[in-house]
């Protein structure tokens, strides 16, 4: 069966500290993934998705970035972390054709 | 581009009551839809689809209707129990993006 892991569950970083939240997905070959932000109160933002191995698409212009270095490997980073950067960050997976995405547990990130 | 967005933010609801969630979508080649649930905390959970060759689908104790003709899907829960207080969020699975959800709350 597929899984989807996301980690940590939480994490409170410092204005300006580096960010680095790894997704793996198993079960599954040449998913297509994507990164969701959610503020509270609020929907799913997409941020990210990629349909293979080093292609990124971006949908909002921001302080992060994204990266796929393996087939189900997907890393959301940033530099130099903003207060506005806090939120509940949430990757999925899909598989080409079904369009249904299941999501991850999520990593609410708190920026100080 | 097109989205998918949600008639009311929050729904309040006695215990054993019917709920209903509604969703109005904007695209009119969609042809699969996605409820999901999100707990506090988590992330959203599938509970239920429909294609768009149908206009009634049934779950254990919930049902998505689908209009095509307004765009419009609902999602129907029987006898709400403190358990599905949560948001829940329609998808049009071409679309990467989703509305900002109904928070569902059940009250005893």
């Known amino acids: 069966s597929q899984t989807i892991h996301q980690w940590p569950a939480t994490l409170v970083q410092p204005v300006g500290s580096p960010l680095s939240l790894e997704c793996t997905v198993e079960g599954t070959s040449n998913p297509n993934l994507y990164w969701y932000r959610q503020a509270a109160g609020r929907g799913l933002q997409l941020l990210f998705y990629?349909?293979?191995?080093?292609?990124i698409s971006s949908e909002v212009p921001q302080n992060l970035s994204a990266s796929r270095p393996q087939d189900r490997q997907f890393i959301l980073s940033s530099k130099k972390l903003l207060l506005s950067d806090s939120g509940f960050y949430l990757c999925a997976w899909s598989v080409l054709g079904t369009g249904g995405r299941t999501f991850g547990s999520g990593t609410r990130l708190t920026v100080v | 581009g097109e989205s998918v967005g949600l008639h009311l933010p929050t729904l309040s609801v006695q215990e054993g009551d019917n709920s209903i969630i509604n969703c109005a979508y904007s695209n009119s080649a969609s042809d699969y839809f996605i409820w999901y649930k999100q707990e506090s905390g988590k992330g959203p959970q599938f509970i239920i689809d429909?294609?768009?060759?149908?206009d009634k689908r049934q779950g254990q104790r919930v049902t998505v209707l689908l209009n095509k003709t307004v765009k419009h899907l609902s999602l129907q829960i029987a006898a709400t129990q403190p358990g599905d207080s949560a948001v829940y969020f329609c998808?049009?699975?071409?679309?990467?993006?989703f509305g900002a959800g109904t928070r569902l709350t059940v009250k005893p």
């Open positions: 990629s349909v293979g191995i080093g292609q």
């Open positions: 998808a049009e699975t071409n679309d990467m993006r």
């Open positions: 429909i294609r768009s060759n149908m």
